[in-house]
């Protein structure tokens, strides 16, 4: 029977067989999820009884929430601080990391450690950093010097940044990675240009350098913003019971999604929010593809 | 190599550059240095200052591992991990070969499927995935921490890049020597893509030692936690006891840390290589 | 023992005699205490020597995760057959389903109207019991003699009244030259019993009450709620005498000797008494305009849904074994709970502890809140507070906020 298939038949026969396993995997364990979020999200199913349809319901009081749309902002807080920041001084980081030799390796590992470990760890650390004195490390050495106690984890202002440092923290050795890659990737030859027309290393970086590593920058961004979006493990960690406080001023969508469905048990409400996350995602996804293209 | 040619010897500013560098890079591991030397600490030193402990003891250690839980999630998160990644080492590449290497109807769509499946974030589909685990008896169970990452879009995408850089005649010469499809895969084609199977190896498994989110779903049980979950429930427990929580970080970051620092070439040339972590 | 539970525990030993002895396990859940573990453990060797065909696997969480993973797992089938639960959580878990009733032959409702306390009537739904409690719990005032000493009062009088707490509280506090707070004269902290001791008693002394009588609706937004949230609050926010989350659990500070008064239930008398090198007493809550009040709350166990056949009879034995005076007793030692059944608990002995006096006098006329979802109501005391201390709103605006927000949750509630 198989010897009477052409080659091209038996190409297609051995690809299926490869995939059976994979393609029955994918469509029980993302696309039928996928569908069911959506569908959950026009229920009440709130894991005490039978799901029933109820339309945009839970849309309409995901709108009307000012908990949504605090967290919402948050999210972009998350992001609208992290991005700029991080990638500030990664870059600065790559850049004369780039040109250094002596002991080159070692000092990329030291910048590349954090992001090899739990985030878990790390937020619990940090937050006692943050404690008050006299137990916190940033307090006690504030007063030690004399300079005021700061709140931080529990300002209503400074508990955000206290949350995302460790965040941008764990992060950066990622960014110097990739930055220094694309920073090698940037071929001699156009340095040796420059110098030879005798262009300052300012106009280099602005008009060689940055330009030439867009592709590297708008990977960066994109990662990275999805990352920014999506922190959880940190804000979980690091404030009173996981609930992203003092007064939600902490909390991020996902801990949001996580509060309805796994504190609430209103998976229909939470689905409804991971719908949010999901477009917004996908716009981010999209703008970077266009970007990309454009060049 | 550009950077050691295009730029003069040594350069006062270099010095400076190099030095703020190295200060930058010591900061980056004092949460690390602070971490350790807490957990080497009393309780009445918590508040000391100091970075090398009066007295440095290795109670706190003792008292943790008295208890056999740290033991239980280490091997909860290691034998996850490691089958997760061996699963997505096996499908992932089997799959991005056959996108790569065979000729049928339906294999752009089979691809762009798997694609498009990157875009939809696991936040969304933890809430499905729970329900299912539920109503399936998957809570609590290995297989339920393991089953969202058997086999992953990210893996399939960067291991048919790869494979489609192995020339075609070489399978085809395979065939002629009368080789089954699968032991073509296996001894021709495979072996050509280590350095991308490494990196895969090397980020699923990071990605599912780090990973938080999914386990503290799925798992009620203590016995069943894995690292992270385990971790943050020790720690909300001695929420006033700052050096067991620091000994409780510090078990938990270090044994993985010293193995991740000895490979850290190879997963710097993965982080390059595929830009992308789990 | 009664001849009632001399009885029930025959009949329950009968019942069980006609079935063959085959090793079975049960799950027991309970949150993270370390006395109330070390307890359950002490009670689950006690019972495996006695029944030594079942096991019972032991169980716990952080209190925060608690509740969730309770609800989680028996909703999924998984998860407990004996579980301990706040009596406050009773409402939500009732309406899903997640408790079976205890049969009248083992545990006979009229014996447990006779034989414990009052107040853990609330157990009862339509003439049925839903879970027991070894335990309950009420408020008192730790205090530690050596701060009061150092702050010149004496150590032998604490304050009896809400000024001479105020007095004694500003006088132990003190705060380092830049002006942080090094020791608390009393402790406010969000992991604490704080939210009782304000609705169940400094509103019942201003002469006003926290909900209606059939727990429908709040009723603290009036003066006499904000006087006594002003009670609360101005302990950080006037007089300097505490800092709010200090320390970041009350108990923390007080075994730290850092702070002074720790207002709290009777479940911290075993881990107080674990302090090492304080000197320390109780005393009862202290009164207000010529009022005393108190807060008494318990844990039950109660035997999930999906407990059936061998397991459902192993767990009504431990259930039975745990609600034992022995273990009552136990508890008590250990723990310092107090001992459900009147019988147990007011002893003379117990009576003229110095220690179990204070509480076992609260629990004459103490309050239970009815709660609706505890936890969730708990939040709103949370943010309350927040607002107040670090958001810049007022404290009546800040009380009429928490009020509407705890109104519409109780409406909610209802209206399913």
């Given amino acids: 029977m198989y010897d009477r298939l052409t080659i091209h038949q038996k190409q297609a026969f051995w690809a299926w067989v490869f995939l059976a396993v994979p393609v029955v995997f994918f469509i029980v364990v993302r696309f039928y999820p996928t569908f069911d979020a959506a569908w959950i999200s026009l229920t009440n199913w709130s894991l005490f009884r039978e799901p029933k349809f109820i339309g945009l319901a839970n849309y309409k009081e995901m709108f009307q929430d000012p908990v949504f749309w605090k967290v919402f902002a948050n999210t972009f807080k998350y992001l609208a601080l992290g991005l700029p920041v991080s990638l500030l001084i990664s870059f600065t980081v790559a850049y ?48 030690a010097v004399g300079l005021p106690q700061q709140p931080f984890l529990r300002s209503v202002d400074q508990a955000l940044p206290s949350v995302l440092a460790p965040a941008i923290w764990a992060g950066l050795g990622f960014q110097v990675i990739i930055f220094l890659a694309g920073l090698r990737a940037i071929p001699e030859t156009y340095y040796e240009a420059a110098r030879i027309d005798g262009v300052g290393a300012w106009t280099i970086l602005w008009e060689i350098t940055l330009p030439l590593l867009k592709p590297t920058l708008l990977f960066l961004i994109v990662i990275s913003s999805i990352g920014f979006l999506r922190i959880f493990d940190q804000v979980y960690n690091m404030t009173v ?21 796994f504190v609430d048990y209103d998976m229909g409400y939470a689905t409804a929010q991971t719908m949010v996350l999901f477009l917004v995602l996908l716009v981010i996804t999209i703008v970077q593809l266009r970007l990309l293209r454009s060049k | 190599m550009s950077a050691a040619l295009h730029r003069p010897r040594i350069a006062p500013g270099r010095i400076v550059a190099w030095t703020l560098l190295a200060l930058g890079g010591i900061v980056m591991i ?5 971490m350790i030397s807490t957990s080497l600490k009393t309780p009445e030193q918590v508040y000391d200052l100091r970075l090398i402990p009066l007295r440095p003891t290795l109670k706190n250690y003792v008292e943790l591992f008295a208890d056999a839980r740290f033991l239980n999630w280490f091997v909860n998160s290691l034998v996850t991990s490691t089958i997760v990644t061996l699963s997505v080492l096996f499908f992932d590449s089997l799959v991005g070969y056959t996108l790569a290497k065979y000729r049928f109807r339906g294999r752009s769509f089979v691809f762009i499927a798997i694609l498009s499946t990157l875009m939809i974030p696991t936040e969304m589909l933890v809430i499905p995935w729970y329900l299912m685990s539920a109503s399936l008896g998957w809570i609590d169970t290995y297989w339920g921490i393991m089953f969202p990452g058997l086999i992953t879009g990210f893996g399939v995408f960067l291991m048919r890049q790869f494979f489609s850089t192995v020339p075609d005649e070489l399978i085809d010469a395979a065939r002629i020597d009368g080789l089954s499809e699968f032991r073509i895969w296996w001894e021709i084609a495979l072996p050509l893509v280590t350095p991308a199977m490494s990196a895969l190896a090397i980020f699923t498994f990071l990605g599912n030692w780090t990973a938080f989110l999914w386990p503290l779903i799925v798992t009620s049980e203590k016995d069943l936690f894995t690292v992270p979950v385990g971790l943050s429930s020790f720690a909300s427990e001695n929420l006033t006891r700052w050096e067991m929580v620091m000994t409780g970080a510090a078990v938990s970051t270090i044994p993985t840390l010293i193995v991740f620092i000895v490979f850290q070439k190879y997963i710097i040339r993965g982080v390059v290589l595929s830009g992308l972590k789990g | ?47 495996e020597a006695e029944n030594p065909d079942i096991t019972v696997k032991h169980t716990h969480f952080p209190y925060a995760q608690y509740r969730t993973k309770v609800a989680a797992a028996v909703m999924a089938g998984e998860g407990p057959d004996v ?57 008192a005032m730790f205090y530690n003699k050596d701060l009061f000493k150092k702050a010149g009062l004496d150590p032998e009088s604490p304050p009896a009244t809400y000024a001479e707490l105020v007095e004694a509280a500003k006088a132990i506090a003190e705060h380092d030259s830049a002006g942080n707070l090094l020791v608390a004269g009393i402790t406010a902290t969000p992991v604490a019993q704080d939210a009782h001791w304000w609705r169940e008693v400094l509103i019942r002394q201003h002469g006003g009450t926290p909900y209606s009588d059939d727990g429908r609706t709040v009723t603290y937004n009036t003066p006499e709620g904000a006087a006594a949230l002003h009670d609360y609050t101005d302990m950080f926010m006037v007089h300097d005498a505490t800092e709010y989350g200090f320390m970041n659990e009350s108990q923390a500070s007080f075994a730290a000797q850092r702070a002074g008064i720790l207002i709290d239930g009777s479940f911290r008398i075993g881990a107080v008494q674990q302090m090492e090198g304080l000197d320390w007493g109780v005393a009862p809550l202290p009164t207000q305009n010529g009022v005393a009040s108190n807060y008494a709350s318990y844990w039950v166990n109660g035997i999930t849904r999906g407990t059936e056949g061998e397991e459902l009879e192993a767990s009504l034995k431990f259930l039975e074994f745990i609600t034992r005076p022995e273990a009552m007793q136990l508890w008590l030692d250990v723990v310092g709970e107090l001992p459900a059944r009147p019988e147990v608990a007011l002893t003379e002995g117990n009576l003229a502890n110095p220690v179990y006096g204070p509480f076992l006098a609260g629990l004459d006329g103490a309050q239970t809140t009815e709660f609706v979802n505890e936890s969730a109501q708990r939040q709103i005391w949370l943010d309350m507070i927040d607002r107040i201390n670090i958001g810049g709103v007022s404290v009546e605006d800040s009380l009429a906020e928490a009020a509407a927000a705890e109104q519409k949750l109780i409406d909610e509630f209802h209206a399913e």
Avoid: C
Wanted: proline fraction near 7%; avoid cysteine.
């Fill in chain 1, 241 to 261: 019971d996981g609930q992203g406080g003092p007064l939600n001023a902490t909390r991020p969508l996902v801990l949001n999604i996580y509060n309805s469905a």
């Fill in chain 3, 83 to 139: 579980v301990q639960l706040y009596y406050g959580w009773l409402p939500d878990f009732m309406k899903a389903g997640l408790l079976q009733p205890l049969p009248a032959e083992v545990f006979d409702p009229a014996t447990i109207d006779a034989e414990y306390f009052p107040i853990v009537g609330r157990m009862k739904i339509d003439g049925q019991y839903y879970g027991l409690p070894t335990a309950v719990r009420s408020l």
């Fill in chain 1, 96 to 143: 004369y990391l780039d040109r250094v030799r002596f002991m080159h390796g070692l000092i990329r590992g030291l910048y590349f450690v954090p992001y090899l470990t739990t985030a878990v760890a790390m937020a619990w650390v940090w937050r006692w950093f943050y404690q008050p004195v006299p137990i916190g490390l940033f307090n006690d050495a504030l007063s």
């Fill in chain 3, 1 to 47: 023992m009664t001849l009632r539970t001399m009885i029930a525990s025959a009949a329950l030993g009968a019942a069980l005699l006609s079935t063959p002895a085959v090793a079975v396990e049960i799950e027991y859940w309970q949150y993270y205490f370390e006395g109330r573990v070390t307890a359950i453990d002490q009670l689950i060797e006690q019972f």
């Fill in chain 2, 30 to 34: 004092m949460p690390f240095v602070f």
